[in-house]
């Protein structure tokens, strides 16, 4: 069995696959073509893939139809056009829980950022330019007792709010498609309708999964109907915002800062005009960017596979309806 893994993950992983004495595929120069990465796929019979540089869509399994299966190094799945996969009787692994602690991490260090214009001034000291005290110079703002929206709290939504509860005793008000018994029980939170928590929040923080029905949900007209005190947070998918309206909604003090682990597009441009603004924060998509996160997500990809080649089903399965003839 050929297992193709396009970018070479942590050893934790690989060992794991080498005691199941697969054939693993890596290549040397991972910055593929489409063309190449085409030609590693179709010469393998599964795939342990990496990012979400390519897509796998109709035309990816027409072209390669001796795939049987794939194991995502990633929670999300928004790259991989599920209906088209099960259909194919192809399950596709994916790696969730593991990352909940590091990316709520992420959009709580964005949070505090964000709020104290931690970069702007980190760069006022870089250029030299820590000035005379000047009372009343961008000045930040305190969270203590503030509002947190979370737009879809589930594992690593959750996280974050009892952070933020924790830490400076935040009231957490959030939108998903389904009540979350626990974060009401535990932590007290409240479902609000979309429109409620866009008006609500002094720190609105995205966690949902990404699905095409929300790209650029969140854009200007969004925007105008926050608070001009609050803070926008995506560490979840670029798309959900629309960046150039984000921007807009800043400079006109519809809100007042935003933290992104993730841009629209990504990576966004270095001229962006937006991280010239003092009360934004931009990180390169390091929500998973911890040793323990990425062997846990290497560890997982790697139990995916190896009960698939053991005939078994996928214990982190993005598609489990694909075993529901075999169950």
């Not at 991972?30 to 796998?56: H, M, P, T």
């Not at 939170?189 to 029905?213: C, G, M, R």
């Not at 990576?267 to 934004?280: F, K, N």
């Not at 190896?306 to 529901?324: D, Q, R, T, W």
Request: hydrophobic share 40%; with cysteine.
């Amino acid at each position: 069995m050929k297992v193709f893994i396009n970018k070479m993950i942590p050893e934790i992983g690989i060992k794991m696959l080498e005691e199941e004495r697969v054939q693993i595929i890596v290549p040397e120069n991972e910055n593929l073509s489409r063309e190449e990465w085409l030609k590693y796929c179709q010469n393998a019979d599964v795939i342990l893939n990496v990012g979400g540089d390519f897509k796998y869509d109709k035309t990816f399994f027409e072209t390669c139809p001796n795939i049987k299966a794939i194991a995502l190094y990633s929670v999300g799945f928004d790259h991989v056009d599920i209906k088209e996969a099960s259909q194919r009787n192809i399950p596709i692994g994916n790696t969730p829980d593991v990352l909940s602690r590091a990316t709520s991490d992420v959009a709580f260090l964005l949070m505090q950022s964000v709020a104290r214009r931690a970069s702007y001034n980190f760069q006022k000291v870089k250029d030299g330019n820590w000035n005379t005290f000047d009372p009343l110079h961008a000045l930040g703002q305190e969270l203590y007792g503030k509002t947190l929206g979370i737009f879809g709290l589930g594992r690593i939504g959750f996280e974050m709010a009892e952070k933020a509860q924790k830490a400076f005793d935040m009231k957490i008000i959030y939108h998903n498609r389904n009540h979350n018994v626990q974060a009401e029980k535990e932590l007290g939170a409240t479902y609000v309708s979309f429109d409620e928590l866009i008006e609500n929040s002094d720190v609105l923080s995205i966690h949902a999964n990404f699905i095409p029905e929300h790209a650029n949900l969140f854009n200007y007209s969004v925007f105008q109907k926050m608070k001009p005190n609050s803070i926008f947070i995506n560490t979840a998918r670029g798309g959900f915002h629309h960046q150039q309206d984000l921007y807009k909604a800043l400079v006109e003090k519809k809100i007042w800062g935003a933290g992104l682990d993730v841009t629209n597009p990504e990576p966004m441009s270095a001229d962006d005009p937006i991280l010239e603004l003092s009360s934004v924060c931009v990180l390169p998509h390091i929500g998973s960017a911890t040793i323990e996160g990425r062997n846990g997500m290497a560890r997982l990809a790697a139990e995916n596979l190896i009960a698939f080649l053991n005939g078994e089903k996928m214990p982190h399965c993005a598609n489990p309806e694909v075993y529901s003839d075999h169950s």
